[in-house]
Structures are given as C-alpha cells and as structure tokens.
C-alpha cells in the first residue's frame, strides 16, 4: 500500500507544481490551470484516504503507543486538510465568482487545508521522533517528514498571497501565492518519491 499512497502524492504534488509555473496558466489558460489543481487535489485526497484506512494503520486505543497515536491523527488530520484543497479547487473551477465569494469558498478552505497539513507534519515529526531521532538526515523517512514540514510551510505562506483584495479583486501577491505552492509541491514530491519502497525491501535508511 505505501507505494500506492506515495505514487497518489507523486503525482498530485507533480500536478501541483506544474500548475503553478509561471506561465503555466497563460500558456492553458485559467480554466485548465484549475482544472490541474483540482485534479492535483483529488490524486491528493486518494494518497491520504491509502494513509489513513489502507495502509493498515490501526486505530489508536488506551493500549497504542505513543507513535501510534501521533501517527494515526497525522494521517486523519493530513486526509481532512485534501478534502478542504479537493473544496478550494473544485470551487475555484466556478466562473463569475465575485471578490468574497472567492474569499469565502475559495481562500478560506485553502487557509485551513494548508493549517491542516501544517498540524499533520508536526504530528509526523512527533510520530518519526519517537521511533528514529530528532537530527538523522540518514532515515529516509526522518527527510521524508521534514521534507513535508516545510512543504506544509510554503503551502501556508501560499495561501496568505492567495488571498483575494475585495477592492480590487486581486490577490495579495500572486507571486508569492505561485511560488509558495511551487515549493511546497516540490517538497511534497521529493519527500513521496524517497518513500517509495527500494527493490523488494523497505528499508528506513
């Protein structure tokens, strides 16, 4: 199952990234460029149901250990926050929104699915802390959940560009917004590719 959630976040952050190119959107135009987020969005959402109810990750209960813990409400947590980009995308397909109806079912649910992964990276940091080390640049998945840290960052500082000036109509910063989701998609990207497993055995390290 890991490789089938990894190749889901390969290709989603692969979407991502393309659709945030400068020059992307003018080349497609808009509505193909929504529509890249959005499928993007859903190959995103498919990784994280994999993660949370396929991946055989057990609920945690009084018996669980703490990693268990951590690591269950990460991928919960990280699966909510797709289902709140698969709304902000899907929505963003819409023509004619006016400034705050952008703001309100567009921006808004992109905020709080970006806050979403932010709180699911630190709990993946706390879960991969407690079974490998705080500093092990060796451990594939110690580079993995720092490498989705601060992709979860660049995500965040995304959405503060993203937002929609009602006098205008304008984003705040559009280049920040396509930057932040650009490296955030790299980084989302890399850290699935070194979660892949390696020949027919899945090692850590």
């Not at 932010?118 to 092990?136: F, H, I, M, N, P």
């Not at 960052?153 to 650009?182: C, D, H, K, M």
Request: aromatic share 14%.
């Amino acid at each position: 199952m890991i490789a089938r959630e990894a190749w889901g976040f390969v290709i989603g952050s692969l979407l991502f990234g393309i659709a945030a190119v400068p020059g992307y959107a003018e080349w497609v135009g808009v509505d193909a460029d929504n529509i890249t987020y959005f499928v993007g969005s859903l190959f995103f959402t498919g990784a994280g149901f994999i993660a949370l109810r396929l991946s055989g990750r057990p609920v945690p209960s009084t018996e669980s250990e703490n990693v268990e813990h951590f690591d269950w409400w990460a991928a919960l947590v990280q699966f909510v926050g797709t289902l709140l980009f698969n709304a902000s995308t899907g929505i963003a397909m819409v023509s004619g929104l006016t400034a705050l109806q952008s703001d309100k079912w567009v921006w808004r649910p992109d905020v709080f699915g970006s806050f979403a992964f932010l709180v699911a990276s630190g709990l993946a940091v706390v879960a991969t802390t407690e079974t490998d080390k705080l500093w092990d640049p060796e451990a594939r998945n110690w580079r993995s959940t720092w490498l989705n840290m601060v992709g979860s960052i660049a995500f965040g500082i995304s959405a503060v560009g993203a937002f929609v000036r009602p006098a205008t109509g304008e984003l705040a910063n559009a280049a920040l917004a396509n930057l932040g989701t650009f490296v955030g998609a790299v980084c989302f990207l890399v850290a699935a590719l070194l979660m892949r497993p390696l020949g027919r055995v899945i090692n850590n390290h």
